[in-house]
């Protein structure tokens, strides 16, 4: 059982890291001049946007996600309100801690929200696929000994490496070196997608690993 769930996840992570790869290359055929430094928005938005598309397809198929309570079409769209108000709330609040962690206020805003949506796609976007709008599940999760299930455990290691690797990007910023990846907030965004594809290729290896320590009960 355990092999079954480590490799369907670890397939799962590969379709989305391979995601990642393709929204860096293929708009260099539409786009004149197109580079991650030079077109950094086009890029940071064809990320998001893929990882998005790719991350809900999968476990959707997967059925990852938990069952609803009710069938009908307005239990579904009230689902859906919800699902994408908590994705908007989660825009808005890393914004607000970027800021205060020294962003620019309005200066750069659009980049500084353009960080904070790209941030809500690599863990909260997550979050919904797997947990669902459920915010008592999600404090559960990232709680101590929180995880119930393999993919509770990769969703706290994606999650947390997608925001330890925005906040390490942030370090090269005020260094005086004049290179093109230091112009705000390009060192973030790699480093948060950079910290995502560690956590993508970090999860199945750490579950295996650590599986006999793992006692929590398998969906």
Partial sequence: MWDVEIRGMASAHAIVASSIFMATVMPAVFVENFSV????????????????????TVF???????????NTLSYKLNR???????FLLSCLFFHTVVVLYGAPLLESALETFSLAVLLSTLTTLRCLCILGPNVQAWIRVFSR?????VWDTSLQITTGCSVIGAWLGAFPIPLDWDRPWQVWPIS????????????LLA??????WHRKQLTYKLK
């Fill in 37 to 56: 430094y030079g077109t950094h928005m086009v890029w940071l938005y064809c990320v998001a946007g893929s990882v998005a598309v790719v991350n809900i």
């Fill in 80 to 86: 859906l309100f919800r699902s994408c108000l908590y």
């Fill in 60 to 70: 959707w198929l997967l059925g990852i996600s938990p069952p609803t309570k009710k």
């Fill in 188 to 199: 973030c965004t790699l480093g948060a997608t950079t910290g995502f594809l560690t956590g």
């Fill in 203 to 208: 999860a199945p290896v750490w579950i295996h």
């Fill in 145 to 149: 000994d929180g995880a119930m299930s």
